[in-house]
């Protein structure tokens, strides 16, 4: 008989649960009791299908939109993996989001059922008014704490009886929906469907040097938030795809890192160069023994050639992986590996193997030349079906059968991608992807705003920070602080500008556009 790899998420856990159900799968922190808990693949699969047989139970049907707000914790990944054995469309939720970011997801993703951790009460509270599609509320509860009257707990969920329902889950089932900031400044929800999370566990594990391993597995690490793509894809599908031990912090702290290194034996870790900077610039970093580490991937912005250098002093042997990827190509993706990492200093790599193919193309979608800088695209089985109910953008961004990526790169003699600029103005602060013309529309709001530019700017740890430049109406004012202020109810944390500066003209292009490019090379030697 052929053999044939798992095509959906839940024959993915079936395969780990045939082949290791008594191999420690998961360690992260009980949400409910604040404690460490470590899972078996058994005990992964008993404890989702008591949820699964919950939601069923509540209602919960193949199609509908099950909106998650919680950080990282046990209850996360069984949550999502019970929400895909009865076929619910899992949507992530950013928890640092503000009520009015939050309320636009739920009610642009046809969300019916919204499941969110006690400490964000207050916010689901303030939108229950706003958002009455909504037909069940789920509250993950914390011990001692009561549950409102109109939440159902998760505790009761838990408590479910007999067996989930066998619903039929199709490879082209459309999986996820993850929002990430769009151009416009609204955010655009990306949908995955089940074949899209398979080809991403799959590749993504492959570009890391993963294996799946029967004897001996890889003891894999990341403080990554659970609600980014980088969470609920990444690391959840290589996770399922190749049944290893996964470590993962609610968030990130250097030295709860270390201690996890050298507790748990890591062998491989996933982080951001913000954190690789903070643990090696610990001063408790030589009381660790991390030489268990083997690998160490990294994502979510360019690391320099310093660090890159400290860190291979720091763990002798050590394999360096860069992550370049988007939610839109299912985390994917080019990779530099090891074998290249110093020889190729400043490359993103080469496409995801095998399956990912990359090229570099002009406003016409022709091929550019060696060193000539041009738009990445990409094409692979693990990108996106579409943007959900916006037939417009899928098409601009799916063209020809190539994700469009908006990032500008260039290609050296041997193919090797080196990344040059983001055509649509994204700035990334610490791993977290912030477009310039979201917070631009925020700071319009301001009646004294007359016309503002927001650009990054370089930080030494954060990789970039937001800078904004705001030109007054003639007879108002405004200070700084004052705008700060303006921002905080409307923009996450990691989106509010923290340099405001007030200019009497923002320089302008011959076309008419904010020079950008003049802004920062003025200010930030960019």
Not at 66 to 94: D, K, Q
Not at 243 to 258: H, K, R, T
Not at 399 to 410: E, I, S
């Amino acid at each position: 008989m052929m053999w044939n790899g798992p095509q959906t998420i839940q024959e993915a856990l079936e395969r780990n649960l045939e082949a290791f159900p008594d191999r420690e799968a998961l360690y992260a922190v009980n949400y409910r009791s604040g404690l460490w808990e470590k899972l078996t693949w058994r005990q992964i699969k008993e404890v989702t299908d008591h949820l699964a047989k919950g939601l069923a139970d509540l209602g919960v049907t193949k199609g509908q939109k099950l909106a998650f707000m919680n950080a990282s914790y046990v209850e996360n990944v069984c949550f999502y993996l019970a929400a895909r054995r009865v076929g619910a469309i899992f949507i992530p939720v950013n928890v640092r989001l503000v009520a009015r970011e939050v309320e636009y997801i739920v009610i642009n993703s046809d969300t019916e059922y919204l499941v969110y951790g006690h400490e964000y009460e207050a916010l689901v509270n303030q939108l229950r008014a706003k958002i009455p599609q909504i037909k069940k509320i789920i509250c993950i509860e914390k011990e001692g704490k009561p549950v409102p009257e109109w939440a159902v707990a998760y505790g009761q969920l838990l408590q479910s009886i007999g067996s989930p329902p066998d619903v039929e889950i199709k490879p082209e089932d459309d999986a996820d929906i993850i929002y990430t900031s769009g151009t416009t400044g609204r955010p655009k929800g990306v949908v995955l469907t089940e074949a899209n999370k398979i080809a991403c566990g799959r590749l993504h594990g492959n570009a890391w040097g993963f294996h799946r391993l029967h004897y001996g597995y890889m003891r894999h690490q990341t403080p990554f938030p659970f609600f980014t793509s980088t969470g609920v894809s990444s690391h959840i599908m290589t996770w399922l795809w190749y049944g290893y031990y996964l470590i993962w912090e609610p968030v990130f702290d250097a030295v709860q890192s270390m201690r996890l290194i050298q507790q748990e034996k890591t062998t491989s870790i996933c982080l951001a160069p913000t954190m690789i900077i903070f643990i090696m610039q610990h001063p408790q970093f030589p009381e660790f023994d991390m030489s268990s580490l083997r690998i160490m991937s990294y994502g979510g912005s360019a690391m320099p050639e310093e660090v890159i250098r400290q860190a291979l002093d720091a763990w002798p042997g050590l394999k360096l992986v860069n992550i370049y990827g988007l939610t839109e190509g299912g985390v994917g993706g080019t990779r530099l590996g090891p074998e290249d990492h110093l020889a190729k200093i400043g490359s993103i790599g080469l496409p995801w193997a095998p399956d990912m193919e990359g090229r570099i193309v002009d406003d016409m979608d022709m091929d550019v030349g060696v060193g000539v800088v041009g738009e990445l695209i990409f094409r692979g089985p693990n990108v996106m079906k579409e943007y959900y109910k916006d037939p417009e953008a899928t098409k601009e961004t799916l063209k020809n059968g190539w994700l469009h990526t908006g990032d500008l790169t260039y290609y050296d003699k041997d193919g090797y991608i080196y990344y040059v600029d983001r055509k649509k103005d994204m700035l990334v602060r610490g791993g977290y992807n912030v477009y310039s013309v979201e917070v631009e529309s925020v700071l319009y709001e301001h009646p004294a705003v007359k016309q503002c530019c927001v650009v990054g700017k370089p930080h030494p740890k954060l990789g970039e920070d937001v800078a904004a430049f705001i030109v007054l109406r003639e007879g108002m004012t405004a200070t700084a602080e004052e705008l700060m202020a303006f921002c905080q109810d409307k923009l996450a944390d990691f989106k509010r500008p923290r340099d405001i500066r007030f200019l009497d003209a923002i320089p302008i292009t011959a076309m008419g556009k904010v020079d950008k490019k003049e802004i920062r090379a003025r200010y930030f030697g960019k």
